[in-house]
């Protein structure tokens, strides 16, 4: 069992930046991979980036490559999404999530815990 808690959402303007936070608790943190997904209202969720178990490894969507950064403290069973130069299009929901079989993947059917959700809303 994996328990994940994001935070750091909230109302940015373009241009602006904003860092996400992932807790996690129950099996060790250091032995899956960690992924960072979003949702936009009415439209599918959308993967963002990802992260190997060391953080040796990082994959990013299209989308953000070059603006948004994903990162992990092992020690602080945390994972991070540092996002700048935000844009509108970025607005949604952003929900981190657990790759237990650490297939480093951007199909959030390969994720077996994620969190509630944390809302980011970028304004024009």
């Known amino acids: 069992q994996v328990q994940l808690v994001e935070s750091g959402g909230g109302l940015v303007q373009a241009g602006g930046s904003l860092r996400l936070s992932c807790a996690a608790s129950g099996r060790t943190f250091s032995s899956y991979d960690m992924g960072w997904f979003r949702q936009a209202p009415g439209k599918e969720r959308d993967f963002v980036a990802v992260?190997?178990?060391?953080?040796?490894?990082?994959y990013y969507a299209d989308s953000v490559k070059g603006r948004f950064t994903i990162s992990r403290d092992n020690a602080k069973n945390t994972v991070y999404l540092q996002m700048n130069s935000l844009k509108p299009e970025d607005t949604a929901v952003y929900y981190c999530?657990?790759?237990?079989?650490?297939?480093?993947?951007?199909?959030?059917?390969?994720?077996?815990?994620w969190g509630q959700g944390t809302q980011v809303t970028v304004s024009s």
């Open positions: 999530a657990a790759d237990l079989e650490q297939y480093h993947s951007s199909w959030y059917g390969e994720y077996d815990y």
């Open positions: 992260i190997s178990w060391s953080g040796g490894s990082t």
